[in-house]
């Protein structure tokens, strides 16, 4: 596992997660209290939880980075 952890994600802040081949960039928009987070895809717009993109597991490519 590579990366960032989920410690340091931030709200306002844009990231790319990458599991299984696939590939998500998203906004953080709000920290929920049961550590999972609320985001924004950046292409679609679309919002889900973050917890959505791995809730099968991490795979072994699991990359969490920030964007610039």
Known sequence: MAGLSFDVLRVGKK??????GDT???EIERILVNGDFNVKDLFTLER???KDTI???KGNDFE???LN
């Open 64 to 66: 969490i980075r920030e």
């Open 48 to 50: 889900y939880k973050l």
């Open 55 to 57: 809730k099968f597991g």
């Open 15 to 20: 990231y790319r997660l990458i599991n299984y």
């Open 24 to 26: 998500y960039e998203f």
